[in-house]
C-alpha cells in the first residue's frame, strides 16, 4: 500500500487518486493556498536528481504527480502500488475547467508563438467563459515573459518551455511568483493543444505505451531515451529511493 506520498530516486511524489487530488487542489485554490505541480516523470527525474537544491524545492511541494509510466513501475519495483499514474496533460486540462468555472485568470507561457497563440484559440473554444490574461512564446527572452506574467495577475500559470528550462524559470522566480495560487510546468502540452502534435492514439495510451509511442514518433530524442533507461538502471541496480 502507499502512503500518501512516495520518492522516487529522492523526489516526492503525491499518491493520492487522481479525484481527490483534484479535489484537495480545488480548496487550495478556493482557500487561496498556493501550489506548484511538478511532473515526475523519469526524463525530469534525470534532468535534476544530482541537484540538491532543486530536489529540494521539488519536495517542497505536496503535488507533484506520477507522470510516466516510468515512475509508477519504479515505485512498483520497491514494492508500492499507487492508483494510477497521472498524465500532466490530463490534469492541465482539468484545471482549464476550473479555471472557466470558477473565474481564475490564466496565463499561457511557452512553446512557439504560432502554437501558444492557437492553443490559446483552442482553448478559449472549449472551455467557455475563460479568461486567458496573457501568453508568452516560449523563444521570448525569460525577463519578459516574467514581467507580463506578474503585470497581468494570472491566478493559474503554465509553463511549456521543456524539461529543464520550464521547471529552473519557476524555481529561480519563485519569489516573483509567489501570488499565483497554481504553477505546473507543462512540456509539449501547448503544442497537443493547439493540435500541432498528435499525442498517441487511446489503444496506446491504454497500453501504458505513450512513451514508445513518442519514441518512436520523435527519434531525435534519443538523448530523452538514453535518460529513460539510465533512470530504470539506477531503480533497478542502486535500489536509490
Ligand atoms: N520550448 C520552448 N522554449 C525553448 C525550448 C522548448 O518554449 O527554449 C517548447 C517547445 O516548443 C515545446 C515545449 O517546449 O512546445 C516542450 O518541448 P519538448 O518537447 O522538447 O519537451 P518535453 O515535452 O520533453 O518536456
Not at 481527490?20 to 487550495?28: P, Q
Not at 501558444?116 to 482553448?123: D, G, H, L, S
Amino acid at each position: 500500500m502507499a502512503k500518501k506520498e512516495e520518492k522516487v530516486l529522492g523526489f516526492k511524489v503525491c499518491t493520492l487518486e487522481y479525484n481527490k487530488l483534484l479535489t484537495n487542489i480545488k480548496k487550495d485554490l478556493t482557500n487561496n493556498k498556493s501550489n506548484i505541480i511538478y511532473n515526475i516523470n523519469p526524463l525530469i527525474v534525470m534532468n535534476f536528481y544530482k541537484n540538491e537544491l532543486i530536489k529540494e524545492k521539488f519536495n517542497e511541494q505536496k503535488y507533484n504527480i506520477p507522470d510516466g509510466i516510468g515512475t509508477v513501475l519504479a515505485l512498483k519495483i520497491h514494492g508500492i502500488k499507487i492508483p494510477s499514474r497521472i498524465a500532466g496533460i490530463d490534469l492541465f486540462q482539468d484545471f482549464l475547467n476550473v479555471a472557466a468555472k470558477d473565474k481564475y485568470k490564466v496565463y499561457l507561457y511557452g512553446a512557439k508563438k504560432e502554437v501558444v497563440t492557437k492553443a490559446k484559440e483552442n482553448i478559449e473554444k472549449q472551455y467557455k467563459g475563460i479568461n486567458i490574461v496573457g501568453i508568452t512564446s516560449g523563444y521570448e527572452r525569460e525577463d519578459k515573459a516574467l514581467a507580463n506574467i506578474i503585470k497581468t495577475k494570472p491566478d493559474m500559470l503554465f509553463v511549456a518551455t521543456g524539461s529543464p528550462k520550464q521547471e529552473e524559470f519557476i524555481i529561480n522566480n519563485e519569489d516573483k511568483l509567489k501570488d499565483i495560487r497554481l504553477i505546473m510546468p507543462v512540456g509539449g502540452s501547448f503544442d497537443v493543444i493547439s493540435g500541432y502534435t498528435k499525442r498517441a492514439p487511446k489503444v496506446w495510451q491504454k497500453l501504458k505505451l505513450e512513451w514508445l509511442y513518442r519514441m518512436i514518433k520523435e527519434p531525435k530524442r534519443i538523448k530523452n531515451n538514453l535518460n529513460l533507461f539510465k533512470f530504470m538502471y539506477l531503480v533497478v541496480f542502486k535500489n536509490n529511493k
